[in-house]
């Protein structure tokens, strides 16, 4: 049974749940219930009493019983008692947190995770933003989340994702001259931390407010002095620099990087329009070829905000200094566990580099792109809550994923991840076409399969979800790497020991420990990126019903869908079914 035979047959089944989907959010319309919404009379539900209540804030869990934390202070003696009270739905009723004057504790923000768990945060007057929860049936004991510092810190709101993340944003100010300047500050439960939304006086920017919506998006209002409450929502792109050097026809890197930038634009909706590309000369070996890469780099550290993604691609020979600062080895010392050889036993040192150019002499290192000079520019403290991915095809860059990846050379550059098409010291080779073999795996991977994944989407046994973590691709380089398409080649990296026999890449992987990106892709049916499938994208592919031109028309802006790995040009039937096999599947980020 071919493609269309196995959609038609199934055909049926998936217009049945697309209409009744339909009918079901429509309903209320058709009828004319579509109505304002009609609120009960209020009702007390902390009655009046000495000192003050206030500062109510409400969450419902995922038993849809309600929490509600609030301020309240109370007058004792010569002493002012402020307490954090909660209460539910069910009757519960408690102080949570104390502070006696001039400790005031205040503005709390209550949230509930996937679990049902709660989670709380609030503020002092010590300048602290103060986090905990009730996990086990007690609330933990409280943890600074927010350390005291100059100015103030206050009005923290909390929210969880789909993913079951925590956000916060919580407002800040500080004395500047003569000057006062405030900020809405954002982190979360995975370590990022940054300014969101800055007023400097007489415009203040305060009391913010977040949430998460069913696709993991979040959304923030706020007020300023100017008499406004402002709107904002998270919204990331994936910044792109690809470096290729022109070798000749042995070695080709800048149609490796081409075709990297390439299938990174098709593949990841949140790319940006123009991915940097980067293609040198090597005859011109004064210094330029690397002053050309650093301007890039730093060009893309000025763009990228925190959340962004940061992907740095490098094509050409590599090296490694035959002396240097770090500590030298013999490569191929020790025997592949598998039986592969590697290549000549040689005196190296972890000094890598990619080279931009030709050296007439063996000191000439005007062109190289040392690991140490790539570590300083990754370092930078605007890169810390920006999620980079750093690939190298070329020889000896496996030792780029020590110095980029870990603290084994100096502080930890965060949330990194280094793929490199060898490991340290060792080789990686191109194609009869002069480009890399490593870079053509990573190519088949981000492509398209069949089934309208990425091909490498669940290459690690995991259910295929629209994204391809590092190791995904990493597992199908090595892997699931279709090796019939790479015979022809020069001797690869891995081949059987005394044969020359191909039986595929080495590549190396290291990742820091709080890396979390991935390539983002689409889910088949996804038409309008928002990483899930619905009425949205169904309203979509209604409104090029039938169209014949998609092939012209850029698959009619998305919703040619079928065959996935080749859309046939017209939108019908075969596309309507592959958009029903994903009906409200959700991608998440």
Not at 139 to 158: C, E, H, K
Not at 208 to 220: E, F, R, T
Not at 318 to 336: I, M, R
């Amino acid at each position: 049974m071919d493609y269309a035979e196995k959609k038609h047959s199934t055909t049926r089944t998936y217009i049945t749940k697309l209409v009744l989907a339909g009918l079901t959010i429509l309903f209320p319309f058709l009828c004319g219930v579509a109505q304002a919404l009609t609120w009960s009379p209020p009702q007390t539900l902390v009655g009046p009493l000495s000192g003050w209540r206030g500062s109510p804030f409400l969450a419902f869990d995922s038993n849809n019983v309600w929490h509600m934390v609030y301020g309240r202070g109370e007058p004792v003696a010569d002493e002012y008692i402020n307490y954090i009270t909660y209460m539910n739905s069910e009757g519960g009723s408690y102080d949570v947190v104390q502070g006696i004057s001039p400790d005031y504790v205040g503005d709390p923000s209550i949230a509930s995770d996937l679990d049902g768990n709660l989670h709380m945060v609030y503020r002092n007057t010590l300048g602290s933003i103060m986090y905990t929860n009730n996990v086990s049936g007690y609330w933990s004991p409280p943890q600074t989340l927010v350390g005291p510092l100059s100015g103030w810190r206050g009005s923290p709101s909390l929210a969880f994702d789909s993913n079951n993340v925590w956000h916060m944003v919580y407002g800040r100010g500080e004395p500047v001259a003569d000057e006062y300047i405030n900020y809405i500050t954002y982190m979360n439960s995975e370590g990022d931390s940054y300014d969101v939304v800055q007023g400097i006086t007489p415009d203040y920017v305060g009391d913010p407010s977040i949430a998460s919506d069913l696709d993991g998006n979040l959304h923030m209002v706020y007020r300023s002095t100017l008499g406004s409450i402002m709107y904002t929502t998270s919204e990331y792109k994936t910044y792109v620099l690809a470096v290729g050097v022109n070798w000749g026809g042995g070695l080709r890197g800048d149609l490796d990087a081409g075709n990297l930038a390439a299938i990174l634009k098709a593949a990841l909706p949140s790319c940006v329009d123009n991915p940097v590309i980067l293609c040198l000369n090597p005859s011109i070996s004064n210094g330029s070829n690397l002053t050309s890469v650093r301007n890039a780099v730093v060009n893309l550290i000025n763009q990228v905000e925190p959340g962004d993604g940061l992907i740095l691609y490098f094509a050409s020979h590599g090296e490694a200094a035959v002396s240097g600062t770090e500590v030298p080895f013999w490569t191929n010392l020790w025997p592949h566990p598998d039986g592969y050889g590697h290549g000549p036993m040689e005196w190296r040192t972890g000094d890598e580099y990619v080279c931009l150019a030709d050296e007439d002499d063996p000191n000439d290192n005007s062109d190289r792109l040392y690991d140490d000079v790539l570590r300083n520019l990754l370092a930078d403290g605007r890169l810390t809550s920006v999620r980079k991915i750093v690939i190298f095809d070329s020889c000896r860059s496996g030792g780029f994923g020590p110095d980029l990846g870990t603290s084994i050379y100096g502080t930890q550059i965060p949330n990194i991840a280094v793929l490199a098409g060898c490991n340290e010291g060792y080789f990686t080779f191109s194609s009869p076409y002069g480009t890399g073999v490593v870079t053509n795996c990573i190519l088949d991977g981000l492509s398209k399969s069949p089934s309208g994944y990425m091909r490498a989407d669940g290459a690690d046994g995991s259910k295929p979800n629209g994204t391809v973590t590092l190791n995904e691709l990493y597992t199908y380089i090595k892997e699931a790497c279709d090796v019939g398409v790479l015979i022809g080649q020069e001797l690869p990296l891995r081949y059987l020991k005394g044969t020359g026999i191909f039986t595929g890449v080495e590549p190396n992987f290291v990742a820091s420990d709080e890396f979390a990106g991935v390539f983002q892709g689409r889910m088949p049916g996804d038409i309008d990126s928002d990483r899930r499938v619905d009425m949205k994208d169904f309203a979509l592919l209604a409104g090029k019903w039938l169209a014949t031109d998609c092939a012209a028309t850029n698959d009619c802006n998305g919703t040619d869908l079928a065959p996935p790995d080749a859309p046939d040009g017209t939108v019908d039937i075969l596309d309507l079914a592959l958009l029903a096999t994903n009906w409200i599947e959700v991608v998440s980020r």
